[in-house]
Every structure is written in C-alpha cells, then in structure tokens.
C-alpha cells in the first residue's frame, strides 16, 4: 500500500497526558497537511509542510500543539497537556507541488481525551 | 466565517437515479474545488476535483459542474448506487501568496443509496 498512513489509529488518553501521532505521506510527495475533524464537521486546516519546512499554523493550533517534519518525510503532530476539547479525528494529508493540489489523506488517528 | 457551505445536511436517492450534491462558496479567490466521499471511521477519499478556469470535469459516473458567477458547485452521481452512501465533502483551494494550497472543507452531506 502506497498511500498516506497514520499511527496509531486510535488513543484514548487521560487529561492533561500528553500524546504524539505520526503520519506517513506517500513516498514522493512534498507537501504535508495536518487537519482536525469534529463530529458534524467538515475537516479544520491545522498546519503545512513543504519538504522539512513548516510554512503555515493555523491559529487553532494553540501553544500545546507542535508539528515536525524533521527529514521532509513523515510528520509528527505532538499535543502537550491534553484537554476533552482536543477529542477529535487527527488527518494528515499529502500532496505533490507542482500541480493543482490534489491532496490524499491518511485514515486519521481519533483521539479521545478522558 | 464559513466560506464553503453544504446547506444540505443529508440526502436520500433511489438506486440507479441521480444524486446531485451542491456546495456555496464566498470567497471568489478560490481557483480550485474537490470533492471527497468518506466512510465512517475513514480518511476522505478523493473522488473528483476542477479547476476555476473549467466549468465542468466528468469522471466516469462523476461529474463536477463550477458555476463562478453564482459561487457554486455540484457533484452528479449517475447511476448512484448503494455503495456510493457515504458522507461528501467539498473542498476549495487559493494558490498563490502564502496560502499554500490547504483545504476549505463544507460540512458534509450525508448521502444515503437506496437499493
């Protein structure tokens, strides 16, 4: 399987934990995403990578939330004192420059916070 | 501030009809529109995508129709069929400047295909 792949793909945490998600992009695609999906909602951008480079936060990414791409190839999406609020669908998405921006996404890591 | 809507929370169709989903758009910068299906407990799947300089783009039993002046798009499904019940979503993108291309996602319509 070549496509974008997430770990893990559940974690159910205790408030105030912190927990660390990885994303696997496809192989030669140089743009990397981070969205956040809540129930009833459509997929909320987060941050964006190009190569090892993090070129956009959103501002729903709060100081608790860090990102990295260290080798411009997988990405991990770090959140520090864990809230209920945070209880979400984590995607990651990835995409090649160059042409229109089809992104492909990953199966997500759902997140629940106790 | 939501610059992509989908107005229809859910809709039900017949199998072998169409089914035709539509999404509003406010920001007249976006220059490229997708649409994804998602099963529950899944990552969007990809399915269509055109650019603003088109009007429509077919794919097999997909099409996607632009209509820029009104700010709206469709997806037409034909035959749906029941494997096609799944949540849809449209998706906008802006290049150029600092936008980098990230996603403006709709809330969703529901699609349900019955046999």
């Known amino acids: 399987d070549t496509g974008v792949s997430q770990d893990p793909r559940h974690k159910i945490t205790k408030r105030g934990q912190n927990v660390t998600f990885r994303c696997d992009p496809i192989s030669e695609h140089n743009r990397l995403y981070w969205y956040r999906q809540t129930l009833g909602q459509g997929p909320e951008f987060l941050t964006y990578?190009?190569?090892?480079?993090?070129?956009?936060k959103s501002r729903l990414l709060s100081d608790r939330f860090s990102a990295e791409r260290p080798k411009g190839s997988f990405s991990t999406l770090e959140i520090q004192r864990t809230e209920q609020g945070d209880s979400a669908m984590y995607l990651c998405a990835s995409s090649l420059r160059g042409k229109a921006d089809t992104q492909y996404f990953g199966p997500g890591t759902r997140l629940t916070v106790l | 501030d939501q610059q992509v809507k989908q107005n229809s929370p859910s809709l039900s169709v017949q199998e072998g009809r169409i089914s035709i989903l539509n999404c509003d758009y406010t920001?007249?910068?976006?220059?490229?529109f997708l649409w994804y299906k998602k099963y529950p407990a899944e990552g969007p799947t990809f399915l269509i995508s055109?650019?603003?300089?088109?009007d429509k783009n077919e794919d097999g039993r997909f099409t996607v129709f632009l209509n820029k002046s009104a700010k709206h798009l469709s997806l037409h499904i034909v035959p749906s069929q029941p494997g096609d019940s799944a949540v849809y979503f449209c998706a906008a993108s802006l290049f150029g400047g600092t936008s980098y291309g990230k996603l403006t996602f709709g809330q969703g319509t529901i699609l349900t295909v019955h046999p």
């Open positions: 055109i650019s603003s300089i088109k």
């Open positions: 990578f190009q190569n090892e480079a993090q070129l956009e």
């Open positions: 920001n007249s910068m976006f220059d490229y």
